[in-house]
């Protein structure tokens, strides 16, 4: 059907045809164009919202040690628990969904300094994917690495408040400042939608920090998110099932009792995020939907303009029928023009919209915008839309080519 | 080649059917050139458009080169129509965004041969009809007459074993119309079988037999003293 002989009629009749073709491409590129944009300043505004109301991943679940207040197994409660790297290892083990994972270690308060300036500040020994527990964003440089945790750097992400109140107007990045008599370089600067409470932070290696601050191999808390998922309900069902797995294995191994709620206290930021997520799913749907509908126009226009292409050429399917096309090649003929304007215009505006979003898209930053892009998979599927829609759309005109009558066609008028 | 038995053809027109073909017997032999008279409407189109697949009588038998032609579906209808036919159009029908050589080229696509072999038949009908030189020319480059003959290159492309013309000169000048009628006759002297429709008495001469309609019966079928059209060039 799709023979290169095919491709050469086609190419040939659009070629004579330039104009309408070049109309018809227009309003499908602009219908997926647009479906596009919107799908980006969708997420984006998921982005943003999430930004707005979240300082920390709004999926985030943090397990913190406490107190047992049960007997379990001869041991008396009142038990202070610590945890170390082998919990974090343990409570790790056997999960295959985790999206961002970090162990910390903290010293509440410590003097740090540069040059003459110096303040109080809480240090945090992490790994790199608590940039993203914490929703912390790098304005300069970067976040502690894997290098930073495996070769224990004294490599220090200072929040921007403690660069206002040591480095002022200076630049920060590779100076070093000192820390419980150490120096530690200066690898980045974060800010955080906390705010200055959590901006008067430090973030060292926690390997470091166990070294220099001889915690051994003791951690203090462990963060972890999960994969998003769009459903509230899986999403809160998928992290309740995280969670209780990970509490088993923790007081099976640290012997708490199972029934004891205040050995280890597990809080899961999801919980709290149920309004968030509904809004954000209303929003998505409400997107696809106009997007969607945007398409269908096109569709409907370009189905609307190849029945006046049918009617415009009826004569020339006649002739073409008076020298022996077959109905079917009638139908071909007409579903492959309008296949390939539509597919090809459609993945012309969806280039268009894609290279946009790409290149303006991490510039935009308003409050309730933020970095609005649109997934490789979503972009694929419109593709796929596309050339579905351009058989709908050529459908009907093809049929009605197919059924004209040489005789009526070819009269003299 | 062409045997036609008792054959009736009316047009529904709201209520009312006119009855248009009224019992036709009718035998063309291969190698004839026939012309078809008749005053307006009394149904030599009509009988042609039968005769080319383009259209069905109601009744009666039509057989083609031994085939019976009744009932056929649209892509059987195709078909014959490419194998057997060739059509001559008084308006030409040429499709006027391709060439000369495309135009005459499309039948020989839907027989399914290749781009080269195409062009290289359809460059030599060109040739035949003396038009080699305008095969990259539009339609709408062309004259009436070269149009014509454009159109009967087409027609021939496709190596019919019937030429079927509907008043091939009605839009052409006499002189035109007696160089079209004189390729015509070099084509027939060749063997080609020609069914001409005409209702000018000067083109019909220059055919063998002159079949005469008149309210959808034939009145008159006789054989002709060929006038040789370039004679009179
Ligand atoms: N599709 C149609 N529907 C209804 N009536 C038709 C149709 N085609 C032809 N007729 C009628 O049938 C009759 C014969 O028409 P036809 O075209 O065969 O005549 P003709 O002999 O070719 O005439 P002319 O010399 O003017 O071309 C005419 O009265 C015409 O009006
Ligand atoms: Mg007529």
Request: avoid cysteine; hydrophobic fraction near 40%; proline fraction near 2%.
């Amino acid at each position: 059907m799709f023979s290169l002989e095919r491709w050469q009629e086609i190419f040939e009749t659009i070629s004579k045809n330039k104009l309408r073709t070049f109309l018809t491409g227009v309003s499908v590129a602009s219908g997926i164009f647009i479906l596009i944009i919107l799908l980006g300043v969708s997420e984006g505004m998921q982005n943003g919202i999430e930004k707005q109301f979240q300082n920390d991943a709004s999926n985030i679940i943090n397990i913190y040690p406490g107190t047992t207040t049960l007997e379990y197994k001869g041991l008396n409660p009142g038990r202070r628990i610590q945890f170390t790297n082998e919990d974090y290892e343990l409570a790790l083990s056997g999960k295959e969904k985790v999206e961002y994972k970090s162990a910390d270690y903290q010293i509440w308060s410590r003097l740090i300094s540069y040059k003459k300036e110096f303040g109080s500040y809480r240090i945090q020994g992490v790994m790199p994917d608590f940039q993203y527990l914490e929703n912390a964003s790098i304005i300069e440089g970067r976040y502690i690495n894997e290098t930073d945790l495996n070769q224990l750097e004294k490599h220090i992400v200072i929040g921007n408040r403690v660069k206002k109140d040591l480095f002022k107007d200076e630049s920060s990045l590779g100076k070093y400042v000192s820390l419980g008599g150490l120096n530690f370089k200066v690898v980045g600067v974060y800010t955080d939608p906390g705010g200055d409470r959590e901006e008067a932070r430090v973030y060292i290696p926690i390997t470091t920090a166990q070294v220099v601050f001889g915690a051994g191999n003791n951690i203090r808390s462990m963060g972890f998110t999960l994969p998003k998922i769009d459903n509230y309900d899986e999403a809160l069902a998928e992290s309740n099932q995280f969670t209780a797995e990970i509490e088993r294995q923790l007081k099976a191994k640290l012997l708490v009792n199972p029934l004891d709620t205040s050995g280890i206290y597990i809080s899961n930021n999801i919980e709290n995020t149920k309004e968030i997520y509904l809004l954000i799913s209303s929003m998505k749907l409400f997107f696809w939907f106009v997007g969607i509908a945007t398409l269908l126009a096109g569709i409907i226009g370009v189905s609307n303009i190849m029945l006046i292409i049918v009617k415009e050429r009826t004569k020339e399917i006649g002739i073409r029928k008076a020298l022996g096309a077959k109905p079917m090649s009638i139908v071909g003929m007409v579903l492959h023009e309008s296949i390939f304007v539509t597919a090809f215009s459609g993945i012309m505006g969806l280039i268009f919209a894609l290279g946009l979003l790409e290149f303006f898209g991490p510039m935009i930053e308003l409050d309730f915008l933020v970095n609005p892009s649109v997934n490789f998979n979503i972009a694929l599927s419109t593709v796929i839309i596309l050339i579905v829609a351009g058989a709908i759309a050529g459908f009907f005109p093809a049929w009605r080519g197919a059924k004209i009558k040489p005789i009526d066609a070819l009269r003299d008028e | 080649m062409i045997d036609i038995k008792d054959l009736h053809k009316s047009y529904k027109i709201g209520k009312n059917s006119l009855h248009v073909l009224k019992g036709i017997n009718f035998n063309v032999k291969e190698g004839e050139l026939v012309s078809i008279m008749g005053s307006s409407g009394s149904g030599k189109s009509t009988l042609l458009n039968i005769l080319g697949i383009l259209d069905e009588a109601d009744s009666g038998s039509y057989h083609l080169d031994g085939v019976p032609i009744k009932n056929l579906n649209e892509r059987i209808a195709a078909n014959y129509r490419n194998k057997f036919l060739g059509f001559i159009f008084q308006s030409f029908n040429l499709i006027n965004y391709k060439s000369a050589l495309d135009n005459v080229a499309l039948p020989l696509y839907y027989q399914g041969i290749s781009r080269g072999e195409r062009n290289d038949r359809a460059m030599s009908y060109l040739e035949k009809v003396g038009l080699a030189e305008w095969a990259e020319h539009k339609p709408n480059e062309l004259s009436g007459g070269q149009k014509q003959r454009v159109a009967i290159a087409r027609a021939l492309a496709s190596h019919p074993k019937v030429l079927l013309a509907d008043e091939l000169t009605g839009a052409l000048d006499t002189k035109t119309s007696y160089e079209i009628m004189d390729l015509i006759q070099q084509i027939n002297d060749e063997g080609k079988t020609i069914l001409v429709v005409t209702h000018e008495e000067d083109i019909a001469q220059m055919t063998k037999r002159i079949v005469h309609l008149k309210d959808g019966v034939i009145i008159k079928d006789e054989k002709v003293e060929q006038v040789r059209a370039l004679e009179h060039v």
